[in-house]
């Protein structure tokens, strides 16, 4: 039965930690450092259900800009399904992202239930694992990020987002136990990647290259941090048909998939130069 003292309200910082903590639960592999960027990203826009003084839900609606809103985290505890609470922090996060475009990458098997709060599929997203090591790659024109002014390395990121996303971006490259890095052709950034370390293994994202050649040298050059018993993930738009084909060259296999999905306009952005999502849960 659904009890009346249920309360929704904004997330402190330390909560965060738990929607993480849930989310790992779920087997979604957050990186252990993710919290601070993601709360940096928008602290409004983490909302917890509370039953009493118990967290019992937990939905990330972070805003970016002025046109643009992420859902992530939306989370009840097992045990408190099917109940109604779950609906209610969905439809909290939706009035706080009212009149934005609204984007998700949610687990397959709730497409339908998305479906009915207006959100259409754009194309499914495909998670592959695999091993680290192997060699950085000799005469590439890699560099560490921080050479990087962070002006330019904004202006390359903005084409693959719907809007501004700068503030997470600066947390993003610079958190603890992360490799960042971007490939230089003539005194141009033409890519960028970031490799963080998460519950398992290490994730690459993003990936962002303007061609397959130089995607796969940022994918070779971070991968090479990673020792050879050390598990990497790589999560890429499936339409991304190079991306696909890049993962599974390195004998990397399929391991999760979920449905990028929007409200509202669907984003028009250069798939076929995205080789590797930022993060399934901010986009």
Known sequence: MRKSNYSIRVMTRQEVDIAIDWAATEGWNPGLYDADCFYAADPNGFLIGLLGDEPIATISVVKYGDSFGFLGFYIVKPEYRGMGYGIQIWNAGLEYLKGRTIGLDGVVTQQSNYMKSGFKLAYR?????????????????????????????????????????????????????????????????????VMRLCRSGYKIGPLFADNLELAEQLFLSLKSYASKNETIFLDTPEVNVAAV????R????????TARMYKGRCPELPINRLFGVTTFELG
């Open 250 to 257: 390195y004998n990397m296999a399929a391991a999760f998939e």
């Open 245 to 248: 084909d890049l993962a599974k």
């Open 125 to 193: 997203n495909i998670r592959f694992k695999g091993i680290g090591g192997g060699d950085f790659p000799t005469d590439s024109e890699i560099v560490q990020l921080s050479t990087i002014s962070f002006d330019e390395l904004c202006a390359y990121d903005k084409p693959f987002f719907p809007d501004d996303r700068m503030q997470f971006l600066k947390c993003w490259i610079n958190q603890s136990k992360t490799k960042a890095l971007g490939i230089v052709r003539n005194n141009k950034l033409v890519g960028y990647g």
